[in-house]
Protein backbone atom coordinates (compact mmCIF):
# COMPACT_ATOMS: atom_id res chain seq x y z
CA UNK A 1 0.00 0.00 0.00
CA UNK A 2 2.25 2.31 -1.54
CA UNK A 3 1.23 6.41 -0.10
CA UNK A 4 0.40 8.70 -2.77
CA UNK A 5 1.18 12.22 -3.39
CA UNK A 6 -1.29 14.92 -4.33
CA UNK A 7 -0.03 16.06 -7.21
CA UNK A 8 0.99 13.08 -9.88
CA UNK A 9 3.81 13.55 -12.43
CA UNK A 10 3.14 11.82 -15.92
CA UNK A 11 5.87 11.13 -17.59
CA UNK A 12 5.78 9.19 -20.73
CA UNK A 13 3.14 7.27 -19.08
CA UNK A 14 4.66 7.06 -15.75
CA UNK A 15 2.96 8.58 -12.94
CA UNK A 16 5.12 9.68 -10.40
CA UNK A 17 3.23 9.49 -6.91
CA UNK A 18 0.88 7.49 -7.68
CA UNK A 19 -0.04 3.62 -6.87
CA UNK A 20 3.27 2.07 -8.21
CA UNK A 21 6.79 2.49 -6.79
CA UNK A 22 9.19 3.52 -9.42
CA UNK A 23 12.46 1.73 -9.67
CA UNK A 24 15.06 3.48 -11.21
CA UNK A 25 18.58 2.18 -12.70
CA UNK A 26 20.80 4.43 -13.16
CA UNK A 27 23.78 4.62 -15.69
CA UNK A 28 27.69 5.85 -15.28
CA UNK A 29 29.56 4.38 -18.38
CA UNK A 30 32.51 6.84 -18.85
CA UNK A 31 32.71 6.20 -22.72
CA UNK A 32 30.19 6.66 -25.59
CA UNK A 33 30.57 3.01 -26.44
CA UNK A 34 29.99 1.55 -22.77
CA UNK A 35 27.03 4.01 -22.05
CA UNK A 36 25.17 2.69 -25.08
CA UNK A 37 25.62 -1.12 -24.02
CA UNK A 38 24.94 -0.05 -21.02
CA UNK A 39 21.73 1.72 -22.00
CA UNK A 40 20.88 -1.46 -24.44
CA UNK A 41 21.56 -4.03 -20.81
CA UNK A 42 19.68 -1.60 -18.71
CA UNK A 43 16.74 -1.17 -20.91
CA UNK A 44 15.95 -5.00 -21.17
CA UNK A 45 15.86 -5.19 -17.81
CA UNK A 46 12.42 -3.18 -17.95
CA UNK A 47 12.79 -0.61 -14.63
CA UNK A 48 10.41 2.43 -14.56
CA UNK A 49 12.62 5.12 -15.14
CA UNK A 50 16.60 4.96 -16.40
CA UNK A 51 18.84 7.40 -15.11
CA UNK A 52 21.69 9.02 -17.02
CA UNK A 53 24.61 10.37 -14.76
CA UNK A 54 26.08 12.60 -16.90
CA UNK A 55 28.87 13.58 -14.58
CA UNK A 56 30.47 10.25 -15.20
CA UNK A 57 30.65 10.73 -18.79
CA UNK A 58 34.02 11.17 -19.90
CA UNK A 59 32.61 13.99 -22.65
CA UNK A 60 29.93 15.61 -20.01
CA UNK A 61 31.74 19.02 -20.55
CA UNK A 62 31.06 19.13 -24.20
CA UNK A 63 26.91 20.15 -25.08
CA UNK A 64 27.15 18.91 -28.49
CA UNK A 65 28.93 15.59 -27.89
CA UNK A 66 26.49 14.83 -24.68
CA UNK A 67 23.56 15.51 -26.79
CA UNK A 68 24.27 13.79 -29.38
CA UNK A 69 25.18 11.03 -27.41
CA UNK A 70 21.72 11.18 -25.89
CA UNK A 71 20.08 11.07 -29.45
CA UNK A 72 21.72 8.06 -30.23
CA UNK A 73 21.20 6.32 -26.57
CA UNK A 74 17.74 7.31 -26.36
CA UNK A 75 16.04 4.50 -29.29
CA UNK A 76 18.09 1.94 -27.66
CA UNK A 77 15.38 2.87 -24.12
CA UNK A 78 11.99 1.64 -25.52
CA UNK A 79 10.62 4.89 -24.27
CA UNK A 80 11.55 4.46 -20.57
CA UNK A 81 11.89 7.90 -19.49
CA UNK A 82 15.37 9.42 -18.76
CA UNK A 83 16.05 11.19 -15.58
CA UNK A 84 19.61 13.10 -16.68
CA UNK A 85 21.59 14.01 -13.64
CA UNK A 86 24.95 16.02 -14.42
CA UNK A 87 25.75 15.69 -10.25
CA UNK A 88 27.61 18.55 -8.90
CA UNK A 89 31.18 17.93 -7.45
CA UNK A 90 30.59 19.05 -4.29
CA UNK A 91 27.24 16.45 -3.86
CA UNK A 92 28.73 13.92 -5.22
CA UNK A 93 29.40 14.48 -8.70
CA UNK A 94 31.92 12.41 -10.60
CA UNK A 95 34.25 15.70 -11.62
CA UNK A 96 34.18 19.20 -11.17
CA UNK A 97 32.60 20.98 -13.81
CA UNK A 98 31.76 24.77 -14.35
CA UNK A 99 27.88 26.37 -13.60
CA UNK A 100 28.67 27.17 -17.43
CA UNK A 101 29.68 23.88 -19.00
CA UNK A 102 26.79 22.06 -16.87
CA UNK A 103 24.06 24.71 -17.54
CA UNK A 104 24.75 24.45 -21.86
CA UNK A 105 25.19 20.56 -21.41
CA UNK A 106 21.51 20.77 -19.70
CA UNK A 107 19.84 23.20 -22.02
CA UNK A 108 21.54 21.46 -25.48
CA UNK A 109 20.25 18.04 -24.26
CA UNK A 110 16.54 19.21 -23.06
CA UNK A 111 16.54 20.84 -26.83
CA UNK A 112 16.90 17.11 -27.84
CA UNK A 113 13.46 15.84 -26.06
CA UNK A 114 14.90 12.99 -24.80
CA UNK A 115 16.24 14.95 -21.37
CA UNK A 116 12.37 13.95 -19.59
CA UNK A 117 13.51 14.85 -16.45
CA UNK A 118 16.26 17.33 -15.10
CA UNK A 119 17.72 16.53 -11.69
CA UNK A 120 19.72 19.68 -10.35
CA UNK A 121 20.81 20.38 -6.48
CA UNK A 122 19.04 23.06 -4.11
CA UNK A 123 22.38 24.21 -3.81
CA UNK A 124 23.17 26.06 -6.81
CA UNK A 125 23.20 29.44 -7.14
CA UNK A 126 19.37 31.06 -7.71
CA UNK A 127 20.52 32.27 -11.44
CA UNK A 128 21.41 29.07 -12.28
CA UNK A 129 18.39 27.42 -10.87
CA UNK A 130 15.59 29.44 -12.61
CA UNK A 131 17.64 29.02 -16.09
CA UNK A 132 17.28 25.45 -15.60
CA UNK A 133 13.75 25.53 -14.61
CA UNK A 134 13.37 28.11 -17.87
CA UNK A 135 14.99 25.55 -20.42
CA UNK A 136 12.71 22.42 -18.74
CA UNK A 137 9.59 24.65 -19.17
CA UNK A 138 9.96 25.70 -22.50
CA UNK A 139 10.97 22.27 -23.37
CA UNK A 140 8.04 20.43 -21.57
CA UNK A 141 10.13 18.60 -19.74
CA UNK A 142 9.99 17.99 -15.53
CA UNK A 143 12.81 18.87 -12.95
CA UNK A 144 14.19 17.24 -9.62
CA UNK A 145 15.70 19.55 -7.24
CA UNK A 146 17.53 17.67 -5.14
CA UNK A 147 20.10 17.62 -1.72
CA UNK A 148 22.62 15.43 -0.77
CA UNK A 149 24.00 14.61 2.82
CA UNK A 150 26.86 12.40 2.36
CA UNK A 151 28.15 12.63 6.07
CA UNK A 152 24.79 12.53 8.18
CA UNK A 153 21.49 12.73 8.42
CA UNK A 154 19.98 15.96 9.26
CA UNK A 155 17.11 16.40 12.12
CA UNK A 156 13.55 15.50 10.78
CA UNK A 157 12.31 19.72 11.15
CA UNK A 158 15.58 20.08 8.77
CA UNK A 159 14.42 17.26 6.51
CA UNK A 160 11.14 18.45 5.95
CA UNK A 161 12.42 22.43 5.25
CA UNK A 162 14.33 20.77 2.73
CA UNK A 163 12.02 18.87 0.84
CA UNK A 164 9.43 22.20 1.24
CA UNK A 165 11.91 24.47 -0.07
CA UNK A 166 12.80 22.27 -3.14
CA UNK A 167 9.19 22.11 -4.01
CA UNK A 168 8.86 26.02 -3.25
CA UNK A 169 11.93 26.59 -5.69
CA UNK A 170 9.82 25.17 -8.45
CA UNK A 171 11.02 21.18 -8.49
CA UNK A 172 7.84 19.16 -9.82
CA UNK A 173 10.16 16.54 -7.80
CA UNK A 174 11.58 17.18 -4.55
CA UNK A 175 14.90 14.64 -3.51
CA UNK A 176 16.57 13.90 -0.59
CA UNK A 177 19.01 11.75 0.30
CA UNK A 178 21.08 11.64 3.42
CA UNK A 179 23.61 9.18 5.09
CA UNK A 180 22.45 7.37 8.56
CA UNK A 181 24.82 6.61 11.32
CA UNK A 182 22.19 4.74 12.86
CA UNK A 183 19.05 3.14 12.59
CA UNK A 184 17.14 5.45 14.45
CA UNK A 185 18.73 8.14 11.56
CA UNK A 186 16.63 5.95 8.94
CA UNK A 187 13.72 6.17 10.69
CA UNK A 188 13.84 9.98 10.61
CA UNK A 189 13.86 10.29 7.48
CA UNK A 190 11.08 7.89 7.34
CA UNK A 191 9.36 10.11 9.34
CA UNK A 192 10.80 13.31 7.55
CA UNK A 193 8.89 11.72 4.01
CA UNK A 194 5.63 11.04 5.89
CA UNK A 195 5.44 14.20 8.09
CA UNK A 196 6.11 15.98 4.33
CA UNK A 197 3.54 14.10 2.37
CA UNK A 198 1.27 14.54 4.45
CA UNK A 199 1.71 18.23 5.43
CA UNK A 200 2.88 20.88 2.96
CA UNK A 201 4.61 18.93 -0.11
CA UNK A 202 2.42 17.95 -2.70
CA UNK A 203 4.48 16.66 -5.34
CA UNK A 204 5.47 13.47 -5.87
CA UNK A 205 9.08 13.00 -3.66
CA UNK A 206 12.04 10.68 -3.79
CA UNK A 207 13.79 10.00 -0.26
CA UNK A 208 16.60 8.03 0.74
CA UNK A 209 18.71 6.56 3.35
CA UNK A 210 22.38 5.71 1.99
CA UNK A 211 24.25 2.92 2.69
CA UNK A 212 23.97 -0.36 5.00
CA UNK A 213 22.47 0.96 7.40
CA UNK A 214 19.56 2.85 5.62
CA UNK A 215 19.01 0.11 2.72
CA UNK A 216 15.60 -0.41 4.06
CA UNK A 217 14.74 3.06 3.28
CA UNK A 218 14.94 1.58 -0.45
CA UNK A 219 12.51 -0.90 0.39
CA UNK A 220 9.57 0.91 2.60
CA UNK A 221 10.16 4.14 1.93
CA UNK A 222 7.14 4.43 -0.44
CA UNK A 223 4.87 3.40 2.50
CA UNK A 224 5.75 7.05 4.00
CA UNK A 225 5.86 9.17 0.81
CA UNK A 226 9.08 8.01 -1.80
CA UNK A 227 7.71 7.64 -5.35
CA UNK A 228 10.96 5.84 -6.72
CA UNK A 229 13.68 3.99 -5.41
CA UNK A 230 16.82 3.54 -7.18
CA UNK A 231 17.95 -0.08 -7.83
CA UNK A 232 20.77 -1.50 -9.18
CA UNK A 233 20.79 -2.44 -12.88
CA UNK A 234 24.31 -2.86 -14.06
CA UNK A 235 26.25 -0.90 -11.77
CA UNK A 236 25.15 0.92 -8.69
CA UNK A 237 25.34 4.66 -8.59
CA UNK A 238 25.19 5.03 -5.01
CA UNK A 239 25.74 2.98 -1.80
CA UNK A 240 23.63 0.39 -0.26
CA UNK A 241 21.01 0.33 -3.49
CA UNK A 242 19.45 -2.88 -3.81
CA UNK A 243 18.56 -5.28 -7.46
CA UNK A 244 15.89 -4.29 -8.84
CA UNK A 245 14.01 -7.33 -8.82
CA UNK A 246 14.54 -8.00 -5.12
CA UNK A 247 12.88 -4.48 -4.43
CA UNK A 248 10.19 -5.39 -7.18
CA UNK A 249 9.26 -8.39 -5.35
CA UNK A 250 8.71 -7.06 -1.68
CA UNK A 251 7.05 -4.69 -2.60
CA UNK A 252 4.48 -6.66 -3.96
CA UNK A 253 4.46 -8.06 -0.21
CA UNK A 254 4.42 -4.80 0.91
O1 LIG B 1 20.76 11.36 -6.10
C1 LIG B 1 20.64 10.20 -6.38
C2 LIG B 1 20.33 9.21 -5.37
C3 LIG B 1 21.44 8.24 -5.25
O2 LIG B 1 22.54 8.91 -4.71
C4 LIG B 1 21.07 7.10 -4.28
O3 LIG B 1 21.49 7.15 -3.13
O4 LIG B 1 20.36 6.18 -4.70
C5 LIG B 1 21.75 7.66 -6.62
C6 LIG B 1 22.06 8.72 -7.65
O5 LIG B 1 22.31 8.13 -8.91
C7 LIG B 1 20.94 9.69 -7.74
O6 LIG B 1 21.27 10.75 -8.61
Not at 75 to 85: C, G, K, Q, V
Not at 115 to 131: G, L, Q, R, T, Y
Not at 191 to 207: D, S
Request: aromatic residues 6%; charged residues 25%.
Amino acid sequence: MKLESKVKVNVRNRIFGGEKTLACIPMVAVTREALLKEADICASMNPDIIEWRVDSFELAGDAEATSRTLVEMAPLLNDIPIIFTFRIAREGGAKEYTQEERLATIKACLETGYADVIDIEACNEPEFIAAVKEAVVANNSRLIISAHNFKSTPSEEEMIAILEHEQELGADIPKLAVMPQSFDDVLALMRATYRARTGNVIQPMITMSMAEVGKISRVIGNLYGSDLSFVVGQNASAPGQIPMNTARELWTLL
